[in-house]
């Protein structure tokens, strides 16, 4: 009898995590074929986070022909084992609640998810062809998709035009020329997206290639004693929004201490590099860090080190500024391999006065961000009342009221917050 009461503590205990399919930092990117074709290449970077999981499913939209299927491990870059399956065979599986009319990718993850926060970071490929959703329009095409992902990116076919779209996004030119357009979607559920393109008369010219010692020319027309701009516009460099999968958690402490305790995700894909540096912004004091790698869980070694050692030892700060002063925390890892990346997660915790404090009564928190995504947890007890910049407001399972920030922007957002006690 007790061997059986253990295997079914075992069977229930592995259950949740095979009934669940849970991720987080979703990014879709949409590559439209000829339109003739109704089709277009789909590049879906997903982490699957329920503790435990061997299997994610990804399900084929209704409506839409899949083709051309593979599956990427994004930490080792090796391809991953999957296969099409019917709804009643995901719920075999351990997805139970699949839909019984939808086909599902099943994809065999390279290690079971980490406990204690780990993910499995994959990458899907695909060919859609959905005459519904990318269709001709007079002499125009249509990308018409409902998108519940967070953050995507439309790329329009060779030699076309980016005539309109419905909401707010970046507009890229691609280096073999194609215009991408790209967007966080704030909606709290799908973004009804709509592009229009229209082929342009001939073929546009190639993008100059960038001059290979960032000295690109100058204009010399202007008057001598013009004031010069602070870099000229053929330097300036636009990089994709929304591929960034930058974020951090702040848990306020009680504002008496001025102290909030924060994770930081970070995915590291440029080859050689063997470490990471988190210079402490001046008038903050750091303690108690932490990190580890999400991908597999293991706990990494960290120093705090001042400016003088960081100088001594040449560690690269980033083109932060260092004064002697200045504190960093240092953080070794293997270094990347080629094709391969690592996901980590910096835990430390904060005191900072000029930021966060008390102040007749109220709790205030001031603070620039600049990642992508940003959530900021109050403390027990207190209550939001002013927030300067718009931000998701929810409540987590222990009453703590939640603020999500999701920045579009490439520069700072200004934070403002400010809270009572219930």
Known sequence: MKLIAALLLVVCSCAPALAQNRSEDEYTRYELLAPDTASFKILYDVTAVTPGARFFFNPIRKGSEASDE???????????????????????????????????????????????????????????????????????????????????????????????????????????????????????????????????????????????????????????AAPAPERPMNEIRVTERAIQDREIVYFLKEPET???????????????????????????????????ILDTGEALTFEILKGDELARRKIDTGGEDVGPDTAAVVIPFAPVKKGQSVRLRISETYTDPARYALVNGQLMWHRGFGRPRNDVVLPPGWYLTTTSIPAVIAQDPDGRTRLVFWNPRPDNIDVFLKARRR
């Open 258 to 292: 001025h102290a909030f305790s924060l994770y930081h995700d970070y995915t590291e894909s440029r080859e050689g590099v063997k470490q990471y540096v988190n210079v402490v912004r001046a008038g903050s004091t750091v303690s108690e860090p932490s990190a580890k």
């Open 70 to 224: 593979s599956v990427i491990d994004l930490m080792t870059g090796a391809p991953l084992k999957f296969e099409e399956i019917t709804g009643q065979q995901a719920r075999d599986a351990g997805l139970a609640r699949a839909d019984l009319d939808t086909h599902y990718i099943k994809v065999t993850l390279a290690r079971p998810v980490p406990d204690g926060g780990g993910e499995a970071r994959i990458r899907i490929l695909k060919t859609y062809k959905d005459a519904k959703s990318y269709y001709r329009e007079g002499d125009a095409v249509v990308f018409n998709r409902p998108l519940g992902i967070k953050r995507n990116a439309v790329v329009l076919p060779a030699a076309y035009e980016l005539l309109s779209c419905n909401i707010p996004v970046q507009a890229i030119e691609e280096p073999d020329g194609r215009i991408a357009v790209s967007f966080m979607n704030a909606y709290p559920g799908e973004a009804p997206l709509i592009v229009k393109a229209r082929p342009l008369a001939g073929r546009p010219p190639a993008p100059a290639a960038a001059d290979a010692g960032g000295n690109a020319a100058r204009g010399t027309g202007a008057p001598a």
